[in-house]
């Protein structure tokens, strides 16, 4: 390789990665420039040299992209959360459609070269979109801080005014900061283990209801802290402690108490309403989960008499957009606080069709089969990491009619099709930007068994 560390290179940007990185080559080498789009002529220096690429940092811009804006965010660059502000939102779109084309072009399962990539679905008003935070706390001399760290490193970012954050969370995490601070609440230290660790605030889109989780490191008394914070947010609902003694990196430790206020905030989606406990998983994007469903609702294409199998099912939200369409829904989550929620909120909208398991799919879809239970259609949404290599094993074992494979990471979307697709065909795929200014993005699969 005719390149070494901190030389500066001329490179032209053929592509973009699916990390936002502008890629081109340079004698034959690739090379990765974050922060450079496709078009551009820049100058970069070399930043590390690896087996069969090289990563670079960006100097100049030579020949500017057309579609090259000024992020709005002053921070951008500093923090990483966001990957491609810096590029028109309409084309952040056409990025996301290749991303789907490279992770299938990377992994190739069967057919895709003719699979059907439908457009990405975008938003209106792309900002202060996350519903969610979940900001890391720590104490530098008397200054409190919350935020992010930045992009491969253990620097914590402050951030007081996050233009894709919920505006309301953000204000609700500057004050607690603020209380913590007059308060003097210990704080966790690298070195002392010993205090707050991270904030989570959630923020109901249909309600307003807000709820928080402090993740300490050990009991804490806040009763100050949360008397002057609601009293300035009534809309705060539900204050919550995650007791997390773990050194890893883990955000969650087993145990969560509410501290104060009600168990569950109130969220809807769609034409229904469910219930929240602090811990349970629900999309980050509101809006754009309305986009989602209706989505999923639509690819699977269910009958009256069908039976609905909703892995990872959190508190049920996908699967009752389902629930009054078929015979019946059967959820399962390892979270036994998210199957508490899926049960209670059934009850509260009249499901009498609808039945919830705590466990691993894997375990549980063999049980019910051998119980004389059968699906005809089955809704996968899980983490960032894809399917387990049991479940998907399970999958094609069992191998329900149809199919819809929710995925929020196109890589180990395409590795998961791969396996899938031996016994299924994709019918098509439709991207839901859940995520804008980001490199990732949300896919609705639609997949059909094949004819034996």
């Not at 002057?228 to 430790?253: H, M, Q, W």
């Not at 069709?353 to 019910?368: L, Q, R, S, V």
């Not at 894809?386 to 479940?391: A, H």
Request: hydrophobic share 40%.
């Amino acid at each position: 390789m005719a390149l070494a560390v901190k030389q500066k290179i001329p490179l032209k940007i053929k592509r973009m990665g699916i990390n936002g990185e502008g890629i081109g080559f340079y004698q034959k080498t690739l090379v990765f420039v974050p922060g450079a789009l496709k078009g551009e002529d820049v100058l970069c220096q070399v930043t590390a040299i690896k087996r069969n690429f090289a990563e670079a940092r960006l100097l100049d811009i030579k020949k500017r992209s057309k579609f090259r804006v000024t992020p709005a965010c002053p921070i951008y660059s500093e923090c990483g959360g966001c990957q491609i502000m810096h590029l028109r939102y309409d084309k952040q779109l056409d990025f996301k459609d290749d991303v789907i084309r490279q992770a299938l072009k990377k992994f190739k399962p069967k057919g895709y070269e003719d699979y059907e990539v439908r457009p990405t679905l975008g938003m209106d008003d792309p900002f202060h979109y996350r519903a969610k935070l979940q900001f890391q706390v720590r104490q530098f001399g008397k200054k409190i801080i919350a935020g992010l760290y930045a992009e491969n490193s253990h620097r914590l970012i402050n951030i007081k005014d996050c233009l894709v954050q919920d505006e309301v969370t953000q204000k609700v995490v500057n004050r607690i900061v603020a209380l913590l601070s007059q308060y003097q609440v210990p704080i966790y230290q690298e070195r002392k283990r010993d205090g707050i660790r991270t904030l989570m605030v959630r923020r109901a889109r249909e309600t307003g209801e807000v709820q928080l989780i402090f993740i300490s490191s050990r009991e804490l008394v806040l009763t100050k802290v949360i008397q002057d914070l609601v009293k300035d947010f009534p809309e705060v609902k539900t204050v919550a402690l995650n007791i997390n003694r773990s050194r890893s990196s883990e955000i969650y430790g087993q145990v969560t108490e509410i501290l104060w206020g009600q168990e569950r905030i109130k969220e809807g989606v769609l034409d229904y309403s469910f219930a929240l406990s602090p811990r349970a998983f629900y999309q980050l994007n509101p809006e754009q989960t309305e986009k989602l469903y209706r989505e999923a609702v639509k690819s699977l294409d269910v009958k009256p008499s069908d039976h609905l199998i909703d892995a990872y099912c959190g508190v049920g939200t996908i699967g009752f957009a389902f629930a009054d369409k078929v015979a019946s829904v059967r959820g399962m989550d390892i979270i036994p606080e998210a199957i508490s929620d899926a049960k209670a909120n059934a009850r509260a909208m009249g499901f009498d069709n609808t039945y919830y398991e705590a466990g691993k799919a894997e375990d549980i879809i063999p049980k019910w089969y051998q119980e004389g239970y059968r699906a005809d259609a089955l809704i996968v949404d899980p983490p960032r990491t894809g399917l387990d290599d049991k479940l998907l094993k399970t999958i094609l074992t069992y191998a329900p009619e149809k199919m819809v494979y929710v995925s929020c990471n196109v890589s180990t979307l395409a590795r998961d099709l791969v396996e899938l697709s031996k016994v299924y065909q994709v019918r098509y795929i439709q991207s839901v930007d859940m995520f804008p200014h980001t490199a990732r993005t949300e896919a609705v699969v639609s997949l059909i068994r094949k004819e034996k």
